[in-house]
C-alpha cells in the first residue's frame, strides 16, 4: 500500500537553503544577446545604466545573499570590474555601497579552465550539481546561482528552489535563454510582482515541491 511521505518532504525542503536563479532577461527569454551583448539591460547583473531604483534592487540582493554561486563566465565579467568599482574617480554612492557588499558576499566559482579566484571566493573544479547539493544541506541564508551554464544544470537536477526575471522591454532575437531545455515540467507559483522605471517588471516564482 503506498505510503505518503509529502509531509516529511515539504519538512526536510524547508530545512534545506534555499537556491535562487535572478537574472536581468528579455521579454523573449534572453540573458544576452548575440556576441553576449548586454545593451538592453545596461550590464551583466547590476550595473550603473538601470535605473537607481532597480540598481538598490540588486545590491540589497547582494547583502541578503548567504552564498553566491558563479560560472567561470559571469565570474569573470563581475570579479574584473567590482573588486575596484568604489575606487574610481567619481564613483556614486551606490556603487560603492554595492562594490563593498560583492566583495563581503562568500563565493563559489565552478570552473575547470581557472586556477584561483578571490574576493572572498572559493574555487570547485568537481562536479557541480554535487557540490551544489552538498551546499544545500548545509546550514546558511539563500544563495544566488549565477550564469546560465551553471543554472541550466542545476535547473536539470531540479535544486532550483526560487526563479528571479527581471523583464526588460526588449526582443533580441536569440543568444542565451534564460531556461534551458528540461526533461519534465516543472510547476511554479508566482510570490511576487513588481513595477521598476523603463518599463522593467520582476517576477518571482517558487518551485512548487
Known amino acids: 500500500m503506498p505510503v505518503c511521505t509529502c509531509e516529511i518532504d515539504s519538512r526536510e525542503a524547508d530545512a534545506m537553503r534555499k537556491l535562487i536563479f535572478g537574472m536581468n532577461v528579455t521579454v523573449d527569454g534572453y540573458i544576452a544577446a548575440p556576441g553576449d551583448d548586454l545593451g538592453w539591460s545596461g550590464g551583466e547583473g547590476p550595473d550603473s545604466s538601470p535605473s537607481d531604483e532597480l540598481f538598490q534592487w540588486w545590491s540589497d540582493r547582494v547583502a541578503a545573499t548567504g552564498l553566491a554561486l558563479y560560472g567561470r563566465k559571469l565570474w569573470e565579467a563581475m570579479s574584473s570590474h567590482w573588486p575596484t568599482a568604489d575606487q574610481q574617480p567619481g564613483a556614486a554612492p551606490a556603487a560603492i555601497e554595492f562594490a563593498g557588499r560583492w566583495r563581503d ?81 516543472v510547476n511554479l507559483t508566482l510570490v511576487e510582482t513588481r513595477t521598476f522605471p523603463g518599463g522593467v517588471v520582476l517576477t518571482r516564482y517558487e518551485t512548487r515541491r
Open 105 to 185: 558576499m562568500p563565493k563559489v566559482v565552478f570552473s575547470s579552465t581557472i586556477s584561483t579566484v578571490g574576493w572572498n571566493a572559493r574555487l570547485v573544479t568537481g562536479d557541480a550539481v554535487a557540490e551544489i547539493t552538498r551546499l544545500k544541506a548545509d546550514d546558511g541564508g539563500p544563495m544566488d546561482i549565477c550564469g546560465a551554464t551553471l543554472a541550466a544544470a542545476a535547473m536539470r537536477a531540479g535544486l532550483i528552489d526560487e526563479y528571479l526575471l527581471v523583464t526588460h522591454p526588449a526582443l533580441v532575437g536569440g543568444g542565451t535563454p534564460f531556461f534551458t531545455a528540461l526533461d519534465n515540467w
